[in-house]
């Protein structure tokens, strides 16, 4: 291919495509339709989740009273222990499908955008929600343990399409249509979305529950995935040129799938001067992200738990607990999150030139050495000058990275932890509302974590790299309901439930103590492995 010449009045940055430029000047009204794509699928998804529980217990009851006598006008005939504990273990189960089938649909869901494209991947990931809502229906019609079984087999279709693949390729997607500076904000209002979709989700579902029955909630849900699917086709365009391609024999083997692992493994890196060294950032990132889910993931539940438990909630009263907790989270993840990563790269970006300025200030006999060896600007400094005039924001967009996101990830997990460990001294129900509404503020450390591994992997690494995080995500949740679970039981059984709150305090302060020393790679540096694939990409 012919290179394209270049003369002294070509253009310093190149000039992305038209169609790139098109999609950023329109990356507003995209966002936003990102965003509203996201409030849809998370009321979606969040529609059935009161009613699952409901239904699980109630199919508990029918199954247990086929074998038991027991009066069918009481309205406690339920209530007894043997029911609510298979309804326990039952809705244990699904939940335990949810989140092991939700890997899987994360390493499908990656391979499917290399595949298909970004939007092709997203539709299909809320489209087999849908067809799983549609199979828990027909349990729900048919009711009792058969009824149980196929709720629970239901759960296999997740690796088609859930939560996981669904969130993975629609923040593909949006860090396909803004710039690369605006990606982390973005990130940040996407996940703001999901949590306003789940508080009126929840609502929602609630409400149908009590007012429609349980078998309502169901088929309101499939009517919104599909109306999701619709919403997404007509008002998404297709950013497939921006996914990264490669040729369809790697796609199809299984290192493709195995790529977000690959990420972990320290790699060597070669400077500007030529020296190589092995850089640790995105392993120690990703170990410092498992620790902050793991530290503050069962935050949530661990809520409901204690205000049932230790204040004696009602559900109602544990219903607007979460809603309201998931509610100020996403107003926060929306509106405020991005302001501050703005406020803060400004703030760190003048201290960085100030810390410059002095540095050039102690060198005054360099500068005179150089005015002296060149006292007349050669061609190429004439035209590197107007470097040094570029808007704030072309500098920042072309240079990064922007170091202020790895910092904030770093501090808000500290932040969180502190705010986690004075919940422990909580005795009061009105404290337990407060504490719902304070922990959301410490809240953005996943998007934060996404955008700074966006920045510390190579562009063709995108989807791999948002897959990586994801990953350890998922597993920390995992990991995170079983350790948790059983450390508040633990400390349940001899009164003193409160001191889980400072084990979540003690693991986000491990997680800080990782962070501290994630590290980008220096300025100018470049992978080893990129530049062996250029030259042999060359020798072709």
Same mark, same amino acid.
């Given at each position: 291919m012919a290179s394209q010449s270049v003369t002294e009045t070509s253009p310093l940055l190149a000039q992305a495509p038209p169609d790139v430029e098109t999609r950023y000047r329109n990356s507003r009204a995209l966002v936003l339709a990102a965003w509203l794509t996201a409030v849809n699928v998370a009321i979606s998804f969040s529609t059935t989740q009161v009613a =699952?529980?409901?239904? *699980? +217990?109630?199919?508990?009851? +029918?199954?247990?009273?086929? %074998?038991?006598?027991?009066?069918?006008?009481?309205?406690?005939?339920?209530?007894?222990?043997? *029911?609510?504990?298979?309804?326990?273990?039952?809705?244990?189960?699904?939940?335990? $499908?949810? %989140?092991?089938? $939700?890997?899987?649909? =994360?390493?499908?869901?990656?391979? %499917? *955008?290399?595949?298909?494209?970004?939007?092709t991947a997203l539709i299909l990931s809320v489209f087999w929600p849908a067809v799983r809502v549609l199979v828990q229906a027909i349990g729900v019609e048919i009711g009792a343990g058969l009824g149980i079984i196929i709720i629970q087999l239901s759960q296999i279709i997740t690796i088609a399409g859930g939560p996981v693949g669904y969130t993975l390729a629609l923040n593909v997607y949006s860090s396909s249509i803004v710039e690369p500076h605006q990606r982390t904000s973005t990130l940040g209002r996407l996940s703001g979305g999901p949590m306003l979709g789940q508080a009126i989700g929840f609502l929602l579902g609630g409400f149908l529950s009590d007012s429609a029955g349980l078998k309502a909630p169901f088929h309101v849900a499939i009517g919104l995935f599909l109306l999701s699917c619709l919403y997404i086709f007509i008002f998404l365009p297709s950013v497939e040129g921006e996914v990264p391609t490669r040729d369809k024999k790697r796609i199809n083997s299984l290192s493709a799938f195995l790529a977000p692992l690959k990420l972990y493994i320290p790699s060597k890196w070669i400077t500007q001067d030529g020296r190589t060294h092995t850089e640790w950032g995105v392993l120690l990132l990703g170990t410092g992200a498992f620790l902050g889910v793991l530290a503050t993931g069962y935050i949530p539940t661990l809520l409901q738990l204690f205000s049932m438990n230790v204040l004696h909630f009602k559900p109602t009263e544990n219903g607007w607990l979460i809603s309201l907790n998931c509610a100020v989270r996403g107003i926060f993840l929306t509106f405020i999150f991005p302001h501050i990563i703005d406020i803060g790269r400004k703030w760190f970006d003048k201290k960085r030139k100030r810390d410059q300025t002095l540095e050039t200030e102690e060198a005054p006999n360099q500068i005179v050495d150089s005015s002296i060896s060149s006292p007349v600007p050669a061609p190429t400094e004439i035209i590197g000058q107007p470097t040094t005039t570029q808007s704030p924001s072309k500098v920042t967009e072309a240079e990064g990275p922007f170091h202020f996101d790895l910092l904030f990830v770093t501090w808000s997990i500290l932040i969180d932890g502190v705010l986690t460990g004075f919940a422990h001294l909580v005795t009061q129900g009105w404290q337990l509302y407060l504490l719902a509404v304070i922990l959301p503020f410490a809240s953005g450390t996943g998007p934060a974590a996404k955008g700074t591994i966006l920045q510390m992997c190579s562009p063709s690494q995108r989807v791999d790299a948002l897959s990586a995080i994801s990953l350890v995500e998922q597993l920390a949740k995992l990991v995170t309901i079983g350790v948790f679970g059983a450390l508040f039981a633990a400390f349940a059984t001899i009164g003193r439930a409160e001191l889980t709150f400072l084990c979540n305090a003690g693991v986000a302060l491990l997680a800080f103590l990782v962070l501290l020393f994630a590290r980008y790679p220096p300025e100018g540096s470049r992978r080893v492995a990129e530049l062996d694939d250029a030259q042999t990409a060359e020798q072709a």
């Open positions: =699952l529980v409901y239904v *699980i +217990e109630q199919f508990c009851c +029918e199954d247990y009273y086929k %074998t038991h006598s027991g009066d069918p006008s009481d309205p406690n005939r339920c209530h007894v222990p043997a *029911i609510e504990a298979r309804a326990a273990r039952e809705f244990a189960l699904v939940a335990t $499908g949810t %989140t092991v089938f $939700g890997v899987c649909n =994360l390493f499908f869901t990656g391979w %499917t *955008i290399k595949r298909f494209g970004v939007k």
